[in-house]
């Protein structure tokens, strides 16, 4: 039958602390830095998971997955564009022109890039960011500006602005001069990622027209399932007539994708070890206390407690110390992820300042995204490691003699 009492002495130990006001004192810190590591690993998790979650969502939801083009434009669009959508991994198509040029407007001038857009097929390449609404407002001498590039130009709706670009043809060997064209700007949008400091949508036609062209450029397309781009790439092009290319967002952002992915690695493991930490901590803690309490043991001892009795004692308050610490730094960590993204902005409003600039990150917000899975995992590891490390202090308690400890009382 399984004895209660070294369950309930090891629960008391814990509960009473130790009359060592030192080992009382490196107790607390054991139970806080395990609190806090528990706590700080959630917390991070839960805003690397949704930086990641971002990536996928509005920065791979704002660009392409794959963009199909050819030098001087997209033959019998109807046609190519029906071959690509029978594709099983294709999940819409959009037609597209896009030119560089620059934007100007009261002595200041901002590099941009112009994508000309068909609003009835762009539900699922701008929709997330402009609304059709907004794109059918555009007329032949109106643009939608992003908020990043209406800011630097001190521009708002209803403006008129400047817009140079180069003209494709040569004459002897030598470039025309830029088309210079005025119009207004109907409308502002955020994507709230790196294009709000560059992106003009325009027209589709008026935007082909400044290339040059009297077809579109190329069609963008959006995927089912985005990490097989690159074999879709090659699949479609292969179908396709001869002259057709192919770019997809593994080229534009697979880095960033990686260097998210690696920051989430190295950040947790630096985390991690505040957990480690924390543990040792409590080797620490526990093995003063059985220096504290020998004669206590030895006279548990001399009742008829076994060495496998000690043992639990003292694994008994190592399991307590990881299940306080972990379950109040989970709860810590989980209130802290659910409310970074608040408490980040008010911040940000209170101090007047933007702790995530578009200009230098992907995105301008803290995102945080919070995995229950997670929790489990980082709670389960941080008490399985407490129980783990208390095992050596238990087995040194268990060694002690009672007849070395007793024979001067």
Not at 122 to 131: E, R, V
Not at 183 to 202: A, C, M, P, R
Not at 226 to 245: C, H, M, N, S, W
């Given at each position: 039958m399984l004895k209660i009492f070294p369950f309930i002495i090891g629960f008391k130990n814990f509960k009473s602390g130790s009359a060592n006001s030192l080992s009382s004192f490196i107790s607390l810190l054991a139970i806080l830095g395990l609190t806090l590591g528990v706590a700080l690993l959630i917390l991070v998790m839960s805003i690397m998971n949704g930086f990641e979650s971002e990536m996928e969502s509005k920065i791979l939801g704002s660009v392409p997955h794959i963009q199909i083009f050819k030098e001087r434009g997209v033959d019998?669009?109807?046609?190519?564009?029906?071959?690509?959508?029978?594709?099983?991994?294709?999940?819409?198509?959009?037609?597209?022109?896009?030119?560089?040029?620059?934007?100007?407007?009261?002595?200041?001038?901002?590099?941009?890039?112009?994508?000309?857009?068909?609003?009835?097929?762009?539900?699922?390449?701008?929709?997330?960011?402009?609304?059709?609404?907004?794109?059918?407002?555009?007329?032949?001498?109106?643009?939608?500006?992003?908020?990043?590039?209406?800011?630097?130009?001190?521009?708002?709706?209803?403006?008129?602005?400047?817009?140079?670009?180069?003209?494709?043809?040569?004459?002897?060997?030598?470039?025309?001069?830029?088309?210079?064209?005025?119009?207004?700007?109907?409308?502002?949008?955020?994507?709230?990622?790196?294009?709000?400091?560059?992106?003009?949508?325009?027209?589709?036609?008026?935007?082909?027209?400044?290339?040059?062209?009297?077809?579109?450029?190329?069609?963008?397309?959006?995927?089912?399932?985005?990490?097989?781009?690159?074999?879709?790439?090659?699949?479609?092009?292969?179908?396709?007539?001869?002259?057709?290319?192919?770019?997809?967002?593994?080229?534009?952002?697979?880095?960033?994708?990686?260097?998210?992915?690696?920051?989430?690695?190295?950040?947790?493991?630096?985390?991690?070890?505040?957990?480690?930490?924390?543990?040792?901590?409590?080797?620490?803690?526990?093995?003063?206390?059985?220096?504290?309490?020998?004669?206590?043991?030895?006279?548990?001892?001399?009742?008829g407690a076994k060495n496998s009795d000690i043992v639990l004692i003292f694994l008994t308050q190592g399991f307590l110390i990881g299940a306080i610490g972990s379950l109040v730094g989970a709860i810590i960590g989980v209130c802290g992820a659910l409310n970074a993204p608040l408490i980040v902005s008010k911040l940000e409003s209170f101090l007047g300042i933007s702790f995530l600039n578009s200009e230098v990150y992907p995105i301008d917000f803290l995102p945080s995204k919070l995995i229950w899975g997670d929790i489990f995992l980082v709670v389960s590891v941080a008490m399985a490691l407490n129980l783990t490390v208390a095992i050596y202090p238990a087995l040194q308690a268990a060694k002690v003699k009672p007849a070395s400890e007793l024979k001067y009382w």
């Open positions: 019998d669009l109807s046609s190519i564009t029906q071959l690509i959508e029978a594709d099983h991994n294709v999940r819409s198509t959009m037609p597209f022109s896009r030119i560089d040029g620059m934007l100007a407007k009261n002595g200041t001038s901002l590099p941009i890039e112009l994508l000309g857009v068909e609003a009835a097929k762009s539900k699922d390449f701008i929709g997330s960011f402009a609304s059709l609404d907004m794109l059918l407002s555009i007329k032949e001498n109106s643009f939608l500006l992003a908020k990043g590039v209406a800011k630097k130009l001190s521009v708002e709706v209803g403006d008129m602005v400047t817009l140079l670009v180069p003209q494709s043809r040569s004459l002897g060997g030598l470039q025309f001069a830029p088309k210079i064209i005025s119009f207004k700007v109907e409308g502002i949008f955020s994507t709230h990622t790196s294009l709000d400091q560059k992106l003009v949508l325009g027209p589709l036609k008026k935007v082909t027209e400044m290339i040059g062209f009297d077809r579109p450029q190329g069609v963008q397309i959006k995927l089912d399932n985005i990490f097989d781009a690159r074999e879709t790439g090659f699949r479609l092009v292969k179908e396709l007539p001869p002259g057709y290319r192919f770019s997809d967002w593994i080229q534009t952002h697979g880095n960033l994708y990686q260097a998210i992915k690696m920051s989430r690695k190295m950040v947790l493991l630096l985390v991690f070890f505040i957990i480690v930490a924390a543990v040792f901590n409590v080797v620490s803690m526990l093995m003063m206390t059985v220096m504290d309490k020998r004669s206590c043991i030895a006279i548990l001892k001399t009742l």
